[in-house]
């Protein structure tokens, strides 16, 4: 079944609706964008609140006004940890647009959003002056702590500084500051960089206009020697305030919420307009989505709707069968959450054929951070945990799947290194599936793990029945 989730769409400012208790962010509404305007919704208090949905052709955002940030249900407000939108208001009466994001080397760091807290994450200076605020969080203090490069991501572009001295400052802060306070004097006396500014000057003039209300008063804080600034004052004093846009989009399987006779091949659209498919997989209260090799590039895996406690990977035997394993973290380790990225491995150990054999999309389960140790490591298997003891503290502890362009053969460690049984477990105790993938969605693998715990590569030794792996998303 192929349904190409389309729609033409015509703008209409400023509408205003009601909506029912049962549903809580513009997410839940899905209207096309001529509905763009301030809609009601109701807090778990019971209380009524309101917020502006801006709506395009697969996404959205919602803001939220300085009146009613503290009403606002932000649990509920269906938003990206990888993106937000911040918007402008500059002295001459013109919005611009910027799509924030974490740098290249930190996108696998959530942004967090917090209001009137900022718990581990550097407090802003004018918490008290000005608050309560919306925070917006970058690297937690815990990475930010160190003197390395660190910045922000503002229209796909990286802007970066080294941290000087290790200062945790990392944010930016949006202030209600309801008595219109005057702000604490740091902003006298430090620090107008550069940095502070960029992501102001790559703004793109928006389409769309807010009311005056939903800009705050802000601050940005980075390092440790990237900057500091407030609005209105210095090389910002033409910034009237910013409005900060949370991003929802219905560009995952979860987002269709069909059950499971409908399970099949869907079409969506990513950030950059580019249409791909994805094999949506429906059972009675929950799911799996399935990215095929050709589409691996375009799919956009911040949107996919997914579980960090556990992935469906899907074998494909020679036999023509295919069977699945359900992986988790073995119970030692069931805190921490999985991690899956494509055509990179930041913070985990690199696959041996990231270049012969890639692009690939990388399940990680240990982060080389906590795989660089003689300790018991290994993956759980459809309940069952599988372990070995990892004996020199070499932190390999991944899942890859390769999408072998131009079906190259793989490196040559395979040949000499090392197909033990613990390669195989979670093969062998794969339960027959009961709804069957196209054979493009089955991926050339290689799984790794330790010191001692064994490398492999489908389609060779014990490994030799094997035709492919798909990777499952659950939601």
């Not at 729609?7 to 809580?24: E, I, M, R, T, W």
């Not at 601050?219 to 004093?237: D, L, P, R, S, V």
Request: with cysteine; hydrophobic share 30%.
């Amino acid at each position: 079944m192929k349904v190409a989730i389309i729609a033409s769409f015509v703008y209409l400012f400023g509408c205003f609706g009601f909506v029912d208790g049962a549903s809580c962010s513009c997410e839940d509404l899905k209207l096309d964008e001529r509905k763009s305007g301030e809609y009601s919704f109701y807090n778990n208090r019971g209380e009524q609140y309101k917020v502006y949905c801006e709506f395009h052709r697969n996404y959205g955002y919602t803001f939220i006004s300085k009146e009613e940030a503290a009403k606002a249900d932000f649990a509920c407000i269906g938003q990206s940890h990888s993106q937000v939108l911040v918007r402008h208001l500059r002295s001459n009466g013109h919005q611009y647009d910027t799509v924030m994001k974490q740098i290249s080397s930190h996108s696998s760091v959530p942004l967090n959003v917090q209001y009137k807290s900022n718990v581990g994450y550097a407090r802003p200076q004018n918490h008290v002056t000005f608050g309560p605020y919306i925070y917006l969080g970058f690297l937690p203090a815990s990475i930010a702590r160190s003197k390395t490069k660190q910045g922000y991501r503002a229209n796909d572009v990286d802007y970066t500084f080294t941290n000087c001295d290790a200062n945790p400052n990392s944010y930016l802060a949006f202030f209600v500051n309801p008595n219109h306070n005057d702000p604490y004097g740091y902003y006298k006396r430090c620090c107008y960089t550069k940095l502070m500014r960029d992501w102001i000057d790559v703004g793109k003039k928006a389409s769309k206009y807010l009311p005056y209300n939903y800009f705050y008063q802000f601050e940005m804080h980075m390092g440790g020697c990237g900057g500091y600034a407030i609005n209105g004052y210095n090389t910002f004093n033409d910034i009237v305030g910013a409005a900060l846009g949370f991003r929802f989009s219905s560009c995952s399987c979860e987002d269709l919420k069909l059950d499971e006779r409908k399970s099949g091949e869907y079409s969506f659209y990513n950030s950059r307009g580019e249409q791909y498919k994805m094999y949506c997989e429906f059972h009675r209260n929950y799911g799996y989505t399935f990215i095929s090799k050709e589409e691996a590039a375009k799919a956009d895996f911040a949107c996919i709707g997914q579980s960090h406690s556990q992935v469906l990977v899907r074998q494909w035997r020679s036999n023509g069968h295919q069977y699945d394993t359900v992986m988790k973290q073995i119970s030692s380790h069931s805190s921490v959450p999985l991690n899956v990225q494509y055509n990179s491995n930041v913070g985990y150990a690199r696959p041996h054929n990231h270049a012969a054999i890639g692009p690939y999309i990388y399940l990680g389960f240990l982060p080389t951070s906590i795989a660089r140790s003689k300790t018991k490591q290994g993956y759980r298997a459809n309940d069952v945990d599988y372990t070995f003891t990892n004996c020199d503290a070499n932190p390999n502890s991944y899942l890859a799947f390769f999408v072998n362009p131009n079906h190259n053969d793989p490196y040559g460690y395979y040949k000499r290194c090392c197909y033990t049984k613990l390669m195989r477990d979670w093969i062998n105790v794969g339960k027959k599936a009961l709804k069957y993938l196209p054979r493009n969605y089955f991926y050339q693998f290689e799984m790794h793990k330790g010191g001692c715990g064994g490398y492999a590569i489908n389609g060779y030794n014990t490994l030799n029945d094997i035709v492919g792996a798909a990777l499952g998303f659950r939601f």
